[in-house]
């Protein structure tokens, strides 16, 4: 399905909205773009949209790394990464198969558990555990946690799981902004390949407007890194949050609805 003029607009305005999140904090942009649109498009349509946006966008995040640091951080995430991408596959596969009702639904739970896992006002329950059980530098358990992350990642462009992986690290900000971008455009190379081959863009208009809409993504994303040093993360997060909230309950009370 492709979007009419005045759909087109807000689809602009909601990839600078995404970029511009993520110039601040150094992820979001997926999430963000994906389940705002996701609240007012077709969900499958919404996830194929942001695939090339999101691409965009972390081109010009990975710069925030120097040479030196990436290749450490390719070196230390490689097993990870490698994982992602083919679960990323097995996402796309379910994308292309999964009705609309579940499809609004899982990107309202996975919204919803962004932000319970990465606001910063209460402790959730069984996270230090989850962690501790999860993290680690282990190749086979960074394998198998990027397989599930991609799967999820595939389908939903949820990447809650990734960042809750990556925190556990405590890199620094600058590194960890660099990480995030780094796997997220390696593994959305290979989305754009394989949303391709399953017809997931089912008419070129649909692959231009992608392509087109990556342009106001950079432009939220370069607004974003200019203003990152001027707000606060508390103001920052504050209104991430309740907007995703928000955002997060209604695509997941839309999709109960309709299954019922």
Known sequence: MVPTGPETALIAAVVFAGGFVTGVTGFGYAIFATATLASVLDPQT?????????????????RELDRSGLRSCARRFWPFVAA?????????IGLA??????????????????????QPWLT????????????????PKKAVLGLV????????NAGVQVIAYLEAFDLDHSTFVGVVAMMFLGIGG?????????????????????????VPGLVGVVTGKRLRPRISPAQRDGA?????????????????????
């Open 97 to 118: 198969s999964v009705s609309p009702a579940p499809l609004a639904a899982g990107l309202g739970l996975f919204t919803l558990a962004y932000v319970a896992t990465e």
């Open 46 to 62: 919404a996830v194929v949209i942001v695939i090339i946006p999101i691409l965009a966008a972390n081109v010009s995040l990975v």
């Open 190 to 214: 290979v989305r754009v390949a394989v949303a391709w081959w399953l017809g997931l863009y089912d008419s070129t208009d649909l692959v231009v407007l992608s392509t087109l809409a990556a």
């Open 240 to 260: 991430v949050y309740v907007l995703l909230s928000v955002i997060g309950a209604k695509l997941l009370g839309d999709g109960l609805v309709a299954l019922a």
């Open 84 to 92: 992602a991408a083919a679960g990323t596959v097995v996402g796309m």
């Open 124 to 139: 959730v329950p069984g996270q230090a555990w989850l962690a501790e059980v999860c993290v680690g530098e282990s190749r």
């Open 149 to 156: 992350s991609g799967a999820v990642f595939g389908a939903t």
